[in-house]
């Protein structure tokens, strides 16, 4: 039954619920995305119009484009939007009550964090100087909203915390923390690299940029594997999956960009995302 299912490790989507309905396609939406590139899918690839984005893009384009600052806040704002609406809405209903143990509460938290982080990454850490398809704002925002919604619902569906389960409450705490606060040392290393006035790409040093291509993505996946665990649901695993390809492929285009465009500077014994194994 279903109540058997819900009282397992995860949650299974119930197909008769539309809400649950939409997100499923949503994510399979996104793992076609997220297997676009490997599988050179048209118009989705990283060089493919939808989801031309960063230094990977190609000039191919499906839309008007806008400045990348503004693209890349779109892609965030909405989901931490979504994250305070929830963290809202669970506090009139418990009138700051028993906060430690409500897991609808810590998954709202951690959404509002992780996407408010990345807002204002976008809006004051990063330094871009192009633009980007404002298809690719639209798509990704979407994605990153439907995300952000269906894991502050799930969560809030899943039993509290127990005494039985503080192992695993601080374990998620302490993987969130350390996936949040490895991704923002890592961006703000990559902030540094140029001057004001600098527009030449430069080798990255300091942090796991010695060992990896992309160690931000790493901490990103980290972040995202705790709030998936606060979700125990399966769509938000599949989702979870997706990200971890998306972001894989991303370390890979990254390896292989430093490789071509700074020849003779940067280290070839460095991986693509995790220290000496991938």
Partial sequence: TNDTLTMTFCTYPDLSNTFDLVILICCLLFHITAFSNILQIPFLKRSGGLFDYSKFASNVSLSPNVPSRLGMTMFYLPSALVGFYFLSLWWEDNEGGDHPK??????????????????????????????????????????????????????????SFGLDDVYMKYFILIAFAIGEIGNLHHHYLLSTLRKPGEKEYKVPHGGLFEYVA?????????????????AQHMTIFLYFV?????????????????????????????????PFIF
């Fill in 102 to 159: 409500s897991r609808g509460a810590l998954g709202a938290i951690m959404v509002t964090v992780h996407f408010t982080k990345r807002t204002l990454e976008s809006l004051f850490l990063h330094k871009y100087s192009g633009s980007m398809p404002v298809s690719s704002s639209v798509n990704v925002s979407f994605g990153y909203a439907a995300v952000a919604a269906s894991m502050c619902i799930y969560s809030s569906k899943r039993e």
């Fill in 214 to 230: 992309a160690p931000h993505y790493l901490f990103e996946i980290i972040a995202f594997m705790s709030m998936t665990i606060i």
């Fill in 242 to 274: 997706a990200v971890v390809v998306y972001l894989c492929d991303r370390a890979v285009a990254q390896s292989e960009w430093n490789r071509e465009n700074l020849k003779g500077k940067y280290p070839l014994h460095r991986k693509h995302i995790v």
